[in-house]
């Protein structure tokens, strides 16, 4: 698969099921300047929560982690105002 952008957001990896509605919300959000999705990993744990999972702030947004049953996939969000991106990630995850 070759790298590309879908508007924010930058495809070098295959998507989970499901992953691409909440990665255009965050794409939506104006303090998001770029999506990353990154790689896929298998749970050995069986089927935890679903969703999407707000897992820590990096140096130049958020690392947030979507779960799909017994996969998981790592999401990196560039943002120009952090303090506001993390208030708008919150009101997405609220829903």
């Known amino acids: 698969m070759h790298k ?3 508007g924010k957001v930058k495809i070098e990896h295959h998507l989970l099921e499901g992953l691409e509605a909440y ?3 965050l794409s939506a959000l104006s303090s998001v300047q770029s999506i990353i999705p990154g790689r896929i990993a298998r749970q050995n744990r069986g089927r935890g929560s679903k969703g999407l999972f ?3 702030e990096t140096p130049s ?3 947030l982690l979507y779960k799909n049953g017994t996969s998981v996939q790592e999401i990196f969000l560039v943002c ?3 303090k506001r ?3 708008d990630i919150r009101k997405i995850l609220s829903l």
């Open 4 to 6: 590309y952008r879908k």
């Open 23 to 25: 990665l255009e919300k």
């Open 54 to 56: 707000l897992k820590y």
């Open 61 to 63: 947004g958020y690392k």
């Open 80 to 82: 120009s105002d952090k």
């Open 85 to 87: 991106c993390l208030e």
